[in-house]
Each structure stands twice: as C-alpha cells, then as structure tokens.
C-alpha cells in the first residue's frame, strides 16, 4: 500500500481506539509513497506523451526518464521489465512483424521471405511503433507495481468522485481474482465429474461452456443478496462517506502534476500545428 | 424501541400468490425472538419485511403498517431504516462489500457510508469489534476468513450501524459445526447483553439457549408464539416440518421408553442446567 496518512485521529484519544496503524500503511519506497493521483498522471502522460512524440528517440528518453528511472528508484525493475514485456509481447510481435513486411510504399529491400518483403523504411515504423507500445505498457506496468488500487480509489474519493462510482471502480478490480478462485473451484467440481477440458483445442472450448455458464450465472444469482447487503449498510444514502484515511499528497506534488499536464498540452499543440515533426 | 407488524401481507414482484399473510407480531426491545418453520415457509420473507428490505430494495407488494415505536416507517428511505434494523443473510461472503482490506474496514464500512464523523465511525466500529470479539482478525482481509468468522464481521459491521433491532436470517445455515458455534456463542452473548433480534433458525437446539420466545411460521401465517420452551416443545412443531432440539428429542424417547419418573426428573434437571 501506498504513503497514506492517517486523519484526524483524536488527541489523547486511546491509541488503541484510533483508526488502526495498519490502514494507510506507507508503501515501501519514496515513490509508492507518492500520491496514486501523480503516478496516474505520471503513468497517463508517458503513455499518450510517447504516442504523440513519436520518432524513436522521443518514446526511447521518455521510457528511460519516466518509466525505467522511476522503477530503478523504486525498486521494481526487474518486475517491470518482465510484466511490462509480458503485457506488450502479443501485441508488440504482431505490429512488428505486419509493419516489417506489409508497410506500404517500403522501396529498400532488406531480405525476402518466399514472396514476403522486409524492407527498411517497414522496419524503422516497425521500432517506432514497438518503442511507443513499450512506453505505454512500461507506464502502466509501473502504475500498477507501485499503487494498490484501494489507494487510487480513496483518494478520488476524497477528490470528490462519486463514492458510488469508486464502489463500482474498486468493486470491478477486486472482483477478478474472486471470479478466478470461482473459476477454479467450478473446473475442479466438473473435472470431478468427468468433465474433458484437455486435449484438443476443439474439445477445450466444448469443456469451457459447463464453467463459464455457472460462473457467470452464479455471480448474478448473487447480485440480488449482495445488492440487499449493501442497502441494509446505508450505501443508498446520497451525500458524502467519511473517509478513515488517505493517501498523502503535497502541493510540489500537485504542481509536478499539473506541470506534467500542461507538458503534454503543449506537446499535443505542437504536433497539431505541425510545429513538433513527429 | 418496540418493532411491530401490523396485519402485514407481502408479495414477491411477479408471485401469483403472497408469501406473507396477515401477520401481527410485535418484537419489544431487549427481547431475542426465534423464527422456525420449514423451507419456503415465509421465514426469509418475515425477516425482509420486518428490516424493510421487502418492498423497498427488492420490489413486490406490501399491505398493512410496519411501525418503530409506533411511528409508521412506510415512507423511510432504507439507509434511514438501516440505523434502527440491521438485517444479516446466509451467505456470509455476499454480506461483505467485498471492496475492503481488512476487518476492520468492513466493519466500518457501514457507518462510513453513513457520513458520520470520523471519531465517531472509529468508535462504532471499536465497540462492535469489541462486542463481536474479533479483535484479533482486525488486520485480516475478511474474504480470506472462515465462513463462521466471515458471519461474525457480518454482525459486527450491522451493530456499527447502531441498530434497536437484528434481524438474522439463519445465520448458521451455511456453516459447519465450528462456525455455528461461533456465531451461536455471539448471538447469545448479544442476547445476554440485552440486545434485540429476531433469528430465523433451524436449528432449534440455538434457538433453546437464545430466544425467550418462539414464532413458527407455515404456508404464510404465524401459527404458534410464546415461550421459547414451550413452543419448541410443541409437538405441532414436527408437523410443521421442524425438527425439536435435542433435549425436547430426548425427554419425549425417555417418556415412551418407559423411565422412570424419578429419573425422568433428573434428567430434565440435567438438561435445564
């Protein structure tokens, strides 16, 4: 979890009566302690800054400065490196190879695979490309290394978001891994009952239907209990929560960010006046 | 604090026929009542007209008056009503918001949404802590608790809201021996406490060390109120569908098995205590 602060805990009050010491526990290194607030902004305009710099170069100093400096610092290189390659590998090897060989108008023929051409100006917009989708997966990559999502949500909370909205944000991301435990448990339940999901790919997906359908038919038979937990705990009351804490912020923090915006909106100017060559 | 029905007929949006008929049924305050009757007998059905749950969040038609201290609570909003009857379920995992960390977050998550200051948030959630006595699981993410211990946070984060009356919905339906105990032990520590609630059970054995008195429930209507004892020792009980606990079980085996009535006594004596 990420530097958070713990507000307005009663003086004199019996410590062990005060918000407990563990929630808003401050993350591990100086910048999980930034507000999730800066590293989104960070992590938003590295990923849209390096699409619109372009280039090669521009995406490659901006990955480094923006992406790979603050996970040195943070301690998560290593991590970043093989999450942020394993998220852009698919999409990463398929730009490539089409811009490699298809890209149109390419005259400097590299080598020849049967009656496919590689050619020299393909593989140029091929390393551009991979360089802004490795910018991109690089930033969100470090975003999610050094925020726990809980940290985000409270802090537009106290932003003023809709507490509704946040509920249904927070509520999407920590559904994933109780769908994945559910999934588990139903595959174990219908293997169990001699339900083939080895083998070919054809009998996978026929053994795919008997787990998805109770998943999926199991979460909304519950939806109307969960719904009715929830009115019986006050959350239709419109207004505002009480927040037990949040995460830190400071104005050097808010003015980095909004200076990381206007960099970008200049940026975007730039290009769109044909003044950046892009 | 007096939570009353009044000629109470309810029901369910797209039913042909109510599942709720004509009730009256006052639960005082300070009073542990128990709910038995057999499946589809109008128990839950009680239980979600009785915290208002039924109309208000899950539709279907509603006759008669529900009132608190006499006041009638048609037109209240249901956060409004939340903070004088909390309502707990079954299913302990779906009754946690699933968007905290820790224990001590779901217990405060109700008053939280109620947007109390925080002092006093800090303080409702320490004394239902306190009164569920799960200190120690505080830090702990509740969707990684035990099913008994998931139900315990559940009654925590409904006593945070600061409710006159619980209503439980066969809490320990859907845990095993050591859960039931668990929350078992908890209601009857509420119960010592003071505390008012109506328990719908199965389990009748609970029932016999909690409630000072019984409603059965059958096809809609109430059919029996009174004394825990006698209602639960009440042949039409079986009849009804619903198994007698283990020491009305044993009493009647030792009348038709002939013991004697010195013996009989004792025995009696020994379950009493």
């Known amino acids: ?278 | 604090m007096t939570l009353a029905l009044h000629g109470v007929g309810y029901r369910y949006a797209g039913a042909t026929r109510p599942s709720l008929l004509d009730v009256d049924l006052v639960l005082p305050h300070g009073e542990v009542v128990g709910l038995v009757g057999a499946s589809e007998a109008g128990k839950t059905t009680l239980c979600l007209v009785a915290s208002g749950l039924a109309p208000r969040a899950i539709g279907g038609q509603i006759r008669g008056r529900v009132t608190l201290d006499d006041e009638d609570v048609d037109a209240w909003p249901m956060h409004r009503l939340s903070q004088r009857i909390g309502i707990g379920f079954q299913n302990p995992a779906n009754q946690l918001s699933q968007v905290t960390e820790s224990v001590f977050e779901e217990v405060a998550f109700g008053p939280m949404n109620l947007g109390l200051p925080r002092d006093e948030v800090l303080e409702r959630t320490w004394s239902a802590v306190d009164a569920l006595r799960i200190g120690p699981l505080v830090e702990r993410d509740p969707r990684r608790l035990s099913g008994g211990q998931q139900q315990l946070v559940a009654i925590a984060g409904l006593l945070a809201l600061g409710p006159d009356h619980l209503v439980l919905d066969e809490p320990t339906a859907q845990l095993d021996p050591a859960g039931t105990r668990l929350v078992a032990d908890a209601i009857a520590r509420l119960a010592t406490g003071g505390a008012s609630i109506l328990v719908a059970e199965h389990k009748t054995d609970l029932l016999l060390d909690v409630a000072a008195r019984v409603i059965a429930v059958d096809a809609g209507w109430i059919v029996l109120d009174g004394p825990a004892a006698e209602v639960l020792a009440d042949p039409a009980i079986e009849v009804l569908g619903v198994a007698p606990p283990a020491a009305v079980r044993l009493t009647r085996e030792a009348e038709r098995g002939g013991v004697p009535a010195a013996a009989r006594a004792r025995l009696a004596e020994a379950l009493a205590k």
């Open chain 1, 1 to 278: 979890m990420a530097g958070g602060e713990r507000l307005n805990v009663g003086a004199g009050q019996d410590r062990g009566r005060g918000v407990p010491g563990f929630l808003g526990r401050r993350g591990p290194g100086r910048y999980h302690r930034l507000n999730p607030l800066t590293k989104a902004t960070l992590a938003t305009v590295t990923a849209i800054g390096a699409v619109v710099v372009g280039g090669l170069l521009g995406p490659a100093l901006l990955v480094a400065a923006a992406v790979l400096l603050p996970a040195l610092a943070a301690g998560v290189l290593r991590r970043l490196l093989l999450l942020a390659g394993l998220l852009a590998l698919p999409i990463a090897i398929s730009a490539f190879v089409v811009n490699l060989f298809f890209f149109p108008g390419g005259a400097d023929v590299l080598f020849r695979v049967g009656p496919i051409v590689a050619t020299a100006e393909g593989l140029g917009f091929a390393l551009e490309i991979l360089a802004r989708i490795l910018a991109i997966s690089g930033a969100v990559t470090l975003f999610y290394l050094t925020t726990h999502p809980a940290d985000l949500v409270v802090d537009l909370e106290r932003r003023g978001v809709s507490p509704r909205l946040a509920f249904v944000a927070n509520a999407s991301v920590q559904a994933v891994p109780a769908m994945v435990e559910r999934a588990a448990q139903i595959t174990a339940a219908q293997r169990a009952r001699g339900l083939d999901t080895e083998g070919s790919i054809w009998r996978r997906v026929r053994g795919l239907v008997p787990i998805v359908a109770p998943v999926i038919l199991g979460s909304i038979a519950e939806v109307e209990e969960r719904t009715m937990a929830l009115e019986a705990r006050g959350f239709t009351r419109p207004g505002r929560r009480t927040l037990l804490w949040a995460p830190r912020d400071s104005v050097p923090e808010a003015t980095v960010r909004w200076l990381m915006l206007a960099g970008l909106a200049g940026l975007v100017a730039l290009r769109a006046t044909g003044a950046w060559p892009g």
